[in-house]
């Protein structure tokens, strides 16, 4: 790891506090109290829920439907896999009780923080999270990263493009007046965040907590498997 560093930029979710833990309770949760899914068994729910998920995901990321659609037609789909037929107004009240309960259960990590403010003080560090300003910025402020990260906190609906885009990285650095090369970037996601990060020519350090399989032969990549808060005191001790 070069240490010239300037800047140290983080994702979000999966990065900065476990989003799939909290999406799990959560999701659970909203199923046990959506009234229209009642005489359905979770167990049989989810692993469809899920195939539905991933496979709008893919049709987001490739620019076919929007988030708000994702969130929808997940839900949609998988009931009528049921023989439940809903709106899209009704799918989207699910997910805003959904989402409530998730913003609920986000926390702040006080070890975390401490961390994040003792790096703070010898180097740059910043927020690139892909996601809507007023979701991520609920997260953000329940986690108290607010008054850590301050103004170096670049969501994707404010700057207009999201990871793995190169202009999403490139924004920041450009913004805080920094280079690529001179960046790290920490992240979780191994397309948005570690591929994009790497192909403006950051450094970036994979955090591989879900031990995902991927070819490795990159420079300037360092693969983690521990948790955040033990790569942190690394990067104070670089």
Same mark, same amino acid.
């Given at each position: 790891?070069?240490?010239?560093?300037?800047?140290?930029?983080?994702?979000?979710?999966?990065?900065?506090?476990?989003?799939?833990?909290?999406?799990?309770?959560?999701?659970?949760?909203?199923?046990?109290?959506?009234?229209?899914?009642?005489?359905?068994?979770?167990?049989?729910?989810?692993?469809?829920?899920?195939?539905?998920?991933?496979?709008?995901?893919?049709?987001?990321?490739?620019?076919?439907?929007?988030?708000?659609?994702?969130?929808?037609?997940?839900?949609?789909?998988?009931?009528?896999?049921?023989?439940?037929?809903?709106?899209? !107004?009704?799918? @989207?009240?699910? $997910?805003?009780?959904?989402? &409530? %309960?998730? #913003? =609920?259960?986000?926390?702040?990590?006080? /070890?975390?923080?401490?961390?994040?403010?003792?790096?703070?003080?010898?180097?740059?560090?910043?927020?690139?999270?892909?996601?809507?300003?007023?979701?991520?910025?609920?997260?953000? !402020?329940?986690? @108290?990263?607010? $008054?850590?990260?301050?103004? &170096? %906190?670049? #969501? =994707?609906?404010?700057?207009?493009?999201? /990871?793995?885009?190169?202009?999403?990285?490139?924004?920041?650095?450009?913004?805080?007046?920094?280079?690529?090369?001179?960046?790290?970037?920490?992240?979780?996601?191994?397309?948005?965040?570690?591929?994009?990060?790497?192909?403006?020519?950051?450094?970036?350090?994979?955090?591989?907590?879900?031990?995902?399989?991927?070819?490795?032969?990159?420079?300037?990549?360092?693969?983690?498997?521990?948790?955040?808060?033990?790569?942190?005191?690394?990067?104070?001790?670089?």
């Amino acid at each position: 790891m070069d240490k010239d560093l300037k800047l140290i930029m983080f994702d979000l979710d999966n990065t900065l506090f476990p989003f799939d833990e909290l999406w799990r309770d959560a999701n659970k949760k909203a199923f046990d109290n959506y009234k229209i899914i009642q005489g359905i068994e979770y167990d049989d729910f989810i692993p469809l829920y899920r195939s539905y998920d991933d496979y709008f995901w893919k049709q987001h990321d490739a620019g076919l439907i929007s988030l708000d659609e994702l969130r929808e037609l997940r839900l949609i789909k998988t009931l009528e896999d049921f023989g439940i037929y809903i709106s899209h !107004k009704d799918a @989207n009240e699910y $997910f805003q009780m959904f989402f &409530n %309960i998730l #913003i =609920s259960n986000i926390k702040m990590n006080p /070890k975390l923080n401490e961390l994040l403010a003792t790096l703070k003080k010898d180097i740059h560090i910043a927020i690139l999270t892909n996601g809507k300003i007023r979701e991520q910025t609920k997260k953000i !402020k329940n986690l @108290n990263l607010d $008054f850590i990260f301050k103004n &170096n %906190i670049f #969501i =994707s609906e404010e700057i207009g493009v999201e /990871k793995p885009d190169a202009k999403a990285f490139l924004k920041v650095t450009k913004a805080l007046n920094v280079t690529p090369e001179a960046t790290l970037f920490v992240g979780d996601s191994w397309k948005n965040d570690i591929c994009g990060a790497l192909n403006v020519n950051m450094q970036a350090v994979w955090l591989n907590t879900s031990n995902q399989n991927e070819q490795i032969e990159r420079n300037n990549l360092c693969i983690f498997n521990g948790q955040i808060e033990s790569l942190i005191e690394k990067l104070i001790n670089r």
